[in-house]
């Protein structure tokens, strides 16, 4: 009887543990790198996440991977885009940078 109340025990345990190592998120992180001195608003799934000015980055940001986002760089104060919108997929447990140029 100890055997079959043991042994789903241990199963459960191991499942617990390997989804528990699984990385369920990217980092991304954005340079401006603007040749006309304009600070850029960074849309990121359609909500301003954070502004970088000229020649600077932004901090690193945890998002969801392996979903498509959208991403925008808009010039701060103006309804201008600056670079033409992506779709960047993350993978998880990876940073990657994006910029745009201005």
């Not at 849309?43 to 901090?59: C, E, N, R």
């Not at 986002?69 to 990657?96: M, R, W």
């Amino acid at each position: 009887m100890k055997n079959k109340i043991l042994l789903p025990v241990f199963f459960i345990l191991a499942s617990i543990s390997f989804s528990a190592c699984r990385k369920t998120n990217g980092k991304v992180y954005f340079r401006n790198l603007s040749a006309t001195n304009a600070t850029y608003d960074i849309i990121w799934d359609g909500a301003k996440l954070t502004t970088v000015g000229p020649g600077q980055t932004s901090d690193t940001y945890e998002e969801s991977c392996e979903v498509q986002h959208t991403l925008d760089f808009k010039i701060t104060n103006t309804s201008q885009y600056a670079c033409s919108q992506s779709t960047p997929s993350l993978e998880c447990g990876k940073t990657v940078e994006y910029s745009c140029s201005y």
